[in-house]
């Protein structure tokens, strides 16, 4: 079963506008993870934040955290049409092995 | 450095029938997971290998098996396939210890189950 929900499940923006994504989860954990997802293939790893963090940035991305929320966002700015992919959320428990995944955005960047 | 590689690609399997997905990690790393990705969903554990041994299992019935090589390579093996068995199945690795890492995946196995 998926921990994690994310909203919307579907996005369709024009290219150049934000875009953002959320994700909620249900147990404490020690990190969260951003992934992207072309076409069904694999996961491309965009970001990692850990718990005691509230905001992160890489390029075009930034993350928050709310851990009293239990939730975070992925924003992603100037949007191009290279970034029309799925974005999963995945979060890893304290001390555990797995990664816990939620359902996917997908986002679709129209020229 | 190199990436994660899975073999084959795609693979299609009568129902009943046994199948073996094949990995290799990234270079230096020395974990390795597989998650099921069900169409239209978020991928879900299977199950991790550390030094050549299982150290986390997720909600998978026995007939899910796995190896784990001391070149950190890895093997999932389905015996007595079902048709919901069909999925695209990921490996990923990591290196155990370093936490505020992300995981490097594969481009998957589609596994179709007819």
């Known amino acids: 079963s998926q921990q994690g929900e994310e909203d919307p499940q579907a996005l369709s923006i024009q290219e150049g506008e934000n875009a953002t994504m959320n994700c909620s989860y249900k147990?404490?954990?020690?990190?969260l993870q951003w992934y992207r997802q072309n076409s069904g293939r694999g996961l491309v790893h965009l970001i990692l934040?850990?718990?005691?963090?509230r905001e992160k940035h890489s390029g075009r991305l930034r993350v928050t955290l709310d851990t009293s929320k239990k939730s975070s966002s992925l924003l992603i700015t100037a949007s191009r049409a290279a970034d029309t992919a799925s974005y999963f959320c995945?979060?890893?428990?304290?001390?555990?092995?797995?990664?816990?995944f939620g359902q996917g955005t997908r986002l679709t960047i129209n020229p | 450095e190199t990436g994660v590689t899975q073999s084959p690609t795609h693979l299609i399997k009568t129902r009943g029938q046994q199948v073996t997905l094949r990995c290799s990690s990234q270079?230096?790393?020395?974990?390795v997971s597989w998650y099921q990705q069900a169409l239209g969903q978020g991928p879900q554990f299977i199950f991790q290998y550390y030094r050549e041994e299982e150290n986390g299992r997720g909600n998978f019935p026995p007939r899910f098996s796995g190896l784990q090589f001391p070149n950190y390579s890895s093997e999932l093996n389905v015996n007595a396939l079902e048709l919901d068995d069909s999925a695209l199945y990921l490996c990923?690795?990591?290196?155990?210890?370093?936490?505020?890492?992300?995981?490097?995946f594969g481009s998957g196995t589609r596994l179709t189950v007819v």
């Open positions: 990923a690795s990591s290196l155990e210890g370093r936490q505020a890492y992300g995981y490097t």
């Open positions: 995945a979060t890893r428990g304290q001390g555990a092995q797995k990664l816990v």
């Open positions: 934040i850990r718990s005691n963090e």
């Open positions: 147990t404490s954990i020690n990190n």
């Open positions: 270079s230096g790393h020395n974990t």
